[in-house]
Structure formats: C-alpha cells, structure tokens
C-alpha cells in the first residue's frame, strides 16, 4: 500500500502562484513514476504533469507548459507542483498520483483562482 496527502491547495487571484506538495508512505518502491490530475466541477478528471523518480524525466498537458512545474525530492519521497500565472480555468481539485503495478491517488486538494 502507498498513501498520498496533497497540501498546498488555497485560493489565489488570477495570475498568481501556488505550491502543492504530494508526501508519499509506505511502499513507495513499487512506484516508478508520479503526478498530478486534476478534475474541474462538471467535468472529467484529467492529466496534469508527471514525474519518474528515477531520472527525473517530466511530462506536462499542452495547458500548462510554460506556467507548472513539476519535482521531486526522493529522499522525502515528496513531489511538487508549482503553479504560476494562474488562471480561472485551472480551478479544480487536484490530486496525486502514484504508478506502479497498483495505482494510487490521494484525496485531493481544492485550488481556486478567482478572476
């Protein structure tokens, strides 16, 4: 088992930024890769970025290049999410998640942008 808590969530003013961290526990050596989804009021969850552990290899959705980045810290086993000029769009609940042979997500944490 591996669990996740998402921190960082909050609201911010368009254009602003926010820092969300994902703290993973247990067997997190049957994970290889992170990310982050998120899934807006009314609509489907989606894809936001990832992250290998080993490597460090990245991956992000065409919406939020340039503005997110993603890191890791494997000695915390610890991965973050950095959001700049954000805006109304990316409001939703994000959540964390880790790959392996078992998937695994954590609860969630809201962040709003007003306009």
């Known amino acids: 088992q591996v669990q996740l808590v998402e921190s960082g969530g909050g609201v911010v003013q368009a254009g602003g930024s926010l820092r969300l961290s994902c703290a993973a526990s247990g067997r997190t050596v049957s994970t290889y890769k992170m990310g982050w989804f998120r899934q807006a009021p009314g609509k489907e969850r989606e ?3 990832s992250i ?3 490597g460090g290899s990245t991956s992000y959705t065409d919406s939020v290049k340039g503005r997110f980045t993603i ?3 494997s000695a915390k ?3 973050y999410l950095q959001m700049n000029s954000l805006k109304p769009e990316d ?3 994000y ?4 790959g392996g042979v078992i998937g695994y997500w954590g609860q ?3 962040v709003t942008v007003s306009s």
Request: charged residues 10%; hydrophobic residues 45%; neutral net charge.
């Open 52 to 54: 290998f552990w080993i």
């Open 108 to 110: 969630g944490t809201q």
């Open 77 to 79: 086993s610890t991965i």
């Open 47 to 49: 894809f936001v970025a």
């Open 71 to 73: 890191s890791r810290d």
């Open 91 to 93: 409001t939703a609940v």
């Open 95 to 98: 959540y964390c998640h880790a």
